[in-house]
């Protein structure tokens, strides 16, 4: 929009009700054949419609045209900008101009290298350095470049070995070898960054963790040191999502302390205590957040959101930085740490800024420097951890076993394979090596190949849709993200809903507030047999109930629990004379399949979409993909359509993304919107064009209000690094604030701000300077251009004054709604 207004509330009494509903007037003239502000025009500046995609040699405002340079200033449109510290031009594929984006803190600027330890079965954290794990890795390199492809070198480093040798045996083809086994991306190994580390935290809804990597050795992920506690058989590498403050709501612990702590708590003490479990949901669920959001304890007891979350990204933050001062004495804590934090890819933006607010609230860092944190969707981050993965590392649940019973040829050596797993895959081991280049699955894969990322959660499913771009290596969102709340809770309500119906859902209610401290330690005893549920078992699941549990009930209801079983006629599920529920594996089955049923469904809308067609890959992330009962859905579903695969340590494929994404955050380059964005704008009212009941007439002009005018549309392509511009005059020469209301829709045919399903979603703050001299009138008028980002995980905004080329502060906000 070129010349719009902004009304000041402090004008005339109609111009007070102009900027209280957000109004902007647009200048344009809808009758001039000429105006390219008209969206009637073909070459209107403003048609979302006619950008990004659309390939027109015609429209000069295409982005796609690797012809088209920048658009020039004052131009209302979608832009592709070239600015410092944003972007980059690089040559393409068949001479293309490809627009890379380097957002503030991306590898580019030299630092200080740290000293880390390998983490090693052998040996401590203080026995060795980088350049000593460097040289064992590369050792190993050596060792098994040697085996398999029988030549010596002159040195025993990788980077003296003469790259024109590998593969020069007969049968081997030199390029092809050296693309999947180690392929070395150059130019990316001599960047460095401004930042030393990179942490990434990620919060689960059922389980946490952190892990991080520096950035003068990118190709070593650490995790979090070891938890206490914990439960038999399970990797204690991630921690559950449990907080526990004191009753008068001081932090206590996190994790398995805080579980285990309140567990052993005296049943009328706990109900004083403040327990949080699986609070993540909250934040989905709640349509209308707020920074006043709070959450309930399962003592019935309510705290604001924000500080529950506080509390938990501060606990990992301060385990972080000990752990980073630890191996780096040196490191300073301020600015050298880029933090990361997983959301969901279908969280809305009120929910991400939420965590973002958390975040500073806990001191991860401050508002003023908010390119230290970024926000990791965990769909693509899992996307960018799978790119790295050799195919020993994945699980392909397509592949059927060979008719002779003999394991497949391997044409690669196994012994680097066996001696980089020993190092990867050790209980005792907390580092995991990375490709510097990409894996053998992606080496495969062409330019244009499609697939698609499950992430399932404890709490939700997310679905991805991606595609390789070569010779980048970067990745393209193909449809917007979808899921919804079908994660591993859905069983453990399933199976609450059972209790429900044999016990009374009255009782169960009184024992969750009577004695919450027992009905956790239920739960606990529930996620460990939910974990050994498999499609093949036929023996019965024995569900330990916790002693005051049974008493209770008999004090309730002046009966046992054994004859509740039997008059719930529940014929499924029995009475174990060692205090157990004996379930049969056809019960547990019946606990996944609402759940499951759902993924199930979700995924196969997904693949019917035109958009969505020759998926090639089904990667099944997450903590519930652990799950056998999901896996033999899911392969049973849609392994004839495509490969079925899971990542080993399918847990902790987001939080190694996470890391990776920090470290590069220009991996995925196009990304969809998830919604249509606009403002509220006047238009000059066109008689049979416009309903009367939008007319308004101002200074002897008809006008036509509540016009719905897009900044972009749901579902539509937007690069990383690509804006929206839009220029906004003050009301008045002294006016030293706007604010302009954002509105959403999920569709893209909205016409007007009052249409059904659209919703006033956000505000954009702009900070005006005062201008020099006050006292004079203004000299021609004020132009503030304000540049929105949408190609990015999270939607920011930046301004300027035309005038004085100054930034001026602005801010977006979506929680004051």
Same mark, same amino acid.
């Given at each position: ?11 005339t ?6 900027q ?5 007037i647009s200048?344009? #003239? +809808? /009758? %001039?054949p !000429?105006?390219? =502000?008209? @969206?009637?025009? $073909? *070459?209107n500046?403003? #048609? +979302? /419609? %006619?950008? !990004?995609g659309? =390939?027109d @040699?015609n429209? $000069? *405002?295409d982005p796609? #045209?690797p012809n %088209? ?23 393409g594929?068949n001479?293309?101009?490809c627009l ?6 991306s590898?580019?600027?030299?630092h200080?290298?740290?000293s ?15 350049s000593c ?16 492809f029988?030549w010596?070198?002159r040195?025993?480093?990788w980077d003296e070995?003469?790259?024109?040798k ?13 693309a ?11 960047q ?6 990179v942490?990434?935290?990620?919060f689960?809804?059922?389980?946490s ?21 914990g439960?038999p058989?399970?990797?204690n590498?991630k921690t ?9 709501g ?7 302390t805080?579980?285990?702590y309140?567990?052993?708590l005296?049943?009328e ?6 327990y ?6 909250k934040i989905?669920?709640?349509s ?13 007891k ?9 509390h938990?990204l ?5 385990h972080a ?5 630890d ?16 959301v969901p890819a279908?969280?809305?933006q009120?929910?991400?800024?939420f965590m ?14 908010p390119?230290q ?6 769909p693509?981050?899992?996307s960018i ?5 050799r195919?020993h ?5 397509s ?18 394979r ?9 209980r ?5 090596l990375v490709e ?8 495969e894969?062409?330019?244009?190949d499609?697939?698609?990322v499950?992430?399932?959660?404890g709490?939700t499913?997310?679905?991805t ?14 449809y ?6 079908y ?11 059972l ?9 169960i ?6 004695r ?8 606990i ?7 050994a549920a498999?499609p ?6 024995n569900?330990?109930?916790?002693f ?22 529940v014929n499924?599920?029995?009475w174990s004379?060692?205090?157990m ?9 019946e ?5 499951i049923?759902?993924i199930?469904k979700?995924?196969?809308d ?7 067609q ?18 033999r ?28 994404f ?9 990304r969809r919107?998830?919604?249509t ?5 006047l238009?000059?009212f ?13 200074e ?7 016009i ?15 804006v ?8 008045r020469p002294?006016q030293?604030?706007t604010?302009?209301?954002i509105?959403?829709c999920a569709?893209d045919?909205?016409?007007y ?6 919703r006033?979603?956000?505000?954009i ?9 006050t006292?004079?009138p ?18 920011k ?5 035309i005038?004085?080329?100054?930034t001026?502060?602005?801010t ?6």
């Open positions: 929009m070129v010349g719009s207004q902004v009304f000041d509330k402090t004008a009494p109609a111009c007070s009700d102009l209280v509903r957000g109004f902007l200048s344009h #003239d +809808p /009758n %001039d !000429n105006d390219l =502000n008209d @969206p009637n025009n $073909p *070459n500046l403003n #048609d +979302p /419609n %006619d950008l !990004n659309v =390939n @040699p429209d $000069p *405002n796609s #045209d %088209d340079l920048p658009m020039l200033e004052g131009e209302a449109a979608m832009a592709m900008l070239l600015e410092p510290g944003m972007q980059s031009l690089q040559m594929a001479s293309e101009r890379t984006p380097s957002p503030p803190g590898p580019g600027t030299p200080d290298s740290c880390i330890a390998p983490l090693t079965p052998s040996q401590s954290p203080d026995q060795q350095s980088i794990r460097r040289q064992q890795r590369e050792t190993l390199k050596v060792t098994w470049a040697r085996k398999v029988g010596v070198t040195g025993d480093t070995v003469p790259w024109t590998i593969g020069s045996r007969e049968g081997q083809n030199p390029s092809l070898t050296a999947l086994v180690f392929q070395r991306s150059e130019a990316r190994s001599q460095t960054a401004s930042f030393a580390v942490v990434a935290i990620d689960g809804t059922t389980s963790g952190y892990a991080f990597s520096f950035s003068s050795d990118p190709e070593a992920i650490h995790m979090m040191r070891k938890w206490e506690g439960d058989g399970v990797a590498q559950p999502t449990s907080l526990l403050l004191t009753p008068e001081v932090f206590h612990s996190f994790g398995y805080a579980r285990d309140y567990h052993d005296d049943p003490e706990a109900r004083d205590w403040l949080f479990e699986k609070f993540k949901m989905h669920s709640t209308d957040l707020t920074m006043q959001t709070e959450l309930e304890a399962v003592n019935g309510k705290m604001q959101a924000l500080e529950v979350f506080a938990a501060r606990f990992f933050k301060q930085v000990q752990e980073l001062k191996q780096c004495p040196s490191l300073p804590e301020r600015d050298a740490i880029r933090w990361v934090i997983t279908i969280w809305k009120p929910a991400k800024q973002r607010e958390a975040a500073y609230k806990a001191g991860l860092v401050s508002p003023e420097n390119e944190l970024l926000i990791a969707l965990e693509e981050a899992a951890y799978c790119r790295k993965l195919l590392q994945l699980i392909d649940l592949c059927k076993p060979p008719a002779n019973g003999l394991a497949p040829d391997h044409s690669i050596d196994s012994s680097f066996q001696a980089r797993e020993q190092l990867r895959r050790s005792h081991s907390r580092t995991f510097s280049g990409v894996g053998e699955l992606w080496s894969m062409q330019a244009g499609r697939y698609i499950a992430d399932c959660g709490g499913v997310d679905l849709v991606h595609q390789i771009e070569k010779p980048q290596g970067t990745l393209k969102e193909l917007k993200a979808s899921g919804g709340p994660g591993a809770v859905g069983v453990d309500l399933a199976f609450e809903k209790l429900c119906h044999i016990f009374g859902e009255d009782f209610a009184t024992f969750k507030a009577k919450p401290a027992a009905w956790v330690d239920l739960t005893a529930f996620e460990a047999r939910k974990r498999a093949s078992r036929a023996s019965p699941l569900i330990s109930l916790p005051s549990f049974i008493d209770f009930y008999r004090k309730h209801r002046g009966q046992n629990v054994e004859t509740a079983l039997k008059k719930s006629n499924f599920v029995k004379s060692q205090g529920l004996r379930m049969s594996s056809e019960a547990m089955s606990l996944f399949q609402p759940t049923s759902q199930i979700h995924i196969d997904l693949l019917k979409k035109p958009e969505v020759g998926i090639k890959f089904l990667f099944l992330v997450g903590g519930f993909a652990e799950s056998a009962m999901l896996q859905a899911v392969q049973a579903a849609f392994g004839h359509t495509c490969r079925v695969i899971i990542p080993q340590d399918v847990g902790l494929t987001i939080l190694k993304g996470a890391v990776l920090g470290l590069d955050p220009t991996i995925v380059r196009v919107s998830p919604l964005y606009g403002v509220g704008v238009n000059k066109v008689e049979g064009k416009h309903p009367r009941e939008k007319l308004l007439v101002k002897g002009k008809n006008w036509c209000t509540d719905f005018e897009k900044f972009v549309s749901v579902d539509q392509s937007v690069a990383l690094g690509e929206v511009q839009r220029s906004y005059c003050p009301a002294g030293r604030k604010i302009i209301n509105y959403c569709t045919d909205v016409v701000i009052t249409d059904p399903g659209v006033k979603c956000g505000t703050s702009l900070e005006l300077e005062a201008l020099g001299d006292g004079s203004a000299r021609g008028r004020r132009e503030i251009r304000a540049s929105m980002q949408f190609g990015d995980t999270e939607i905004v930046t301004a300027m004054d005038r004085t080329s100054k001026v502060r602005a977006i906000d979506f929680l004051s709604n």
